[in-house]
């Protein structure tokens, strides 16, 4: 099983990059759109795998954030939902929206994107409701901003609210952000 894969990228579409290891062997690998404009062609890159074998085909899923690969291993565990839309789920969804939508059951977050209608959006919610939310890193980025805000004086449930609809990632844009919705 392919875990990680380490190279130079040679090729890249919006989607799909082929990776060039030091060996010589050049793999195809599918990413997010997010994924995809974190990097250039010609730039050494690490990718996390998620490797999908069929009786038809093997297909590698590359993530530079292992928050994203999670995402995407929860969804194409769901009856109905396979890589392609988990992808496009990907592509769409920063983790910090997938899983605020997730703990709000906000099906409409879930419709916006192509190939998910409210079966689909109702089925995602309810088989990944009960499922615990660890988001590294970012989890630090909202008690950061959290404490800076209160720090402030705004009130917690005011802040907690704001901060589930800010889509920042970095905690000195979330304030920012935060503070600009708080006003």
Known sequence: ????????????????????????????????????????????IEFLITQIIKEDSHKLYGFLDVNEQKMFEMLIKISGIGATTAMALCSSLDTNTFYTALQSGNESVFKKVPGIGPKSAKRIIAELSDVKINIENSNQVHTQALAALLSLGFKQDNILKILRTCESKNTNELIKEALKKLA
């Open 1 to 44: 099983m392919i875990v990680t894969i380490e190279g130079i990228v040679i090729k890249k579409e919006p989607t799909f990059v082929v990776i060039k290891t030091s060996s010589g062997i050049g793999y195809g690998v599918f990413v997010s759109l997010f994924c995809s404009s974190s990097f250039e062609i010609n730039q050494k």
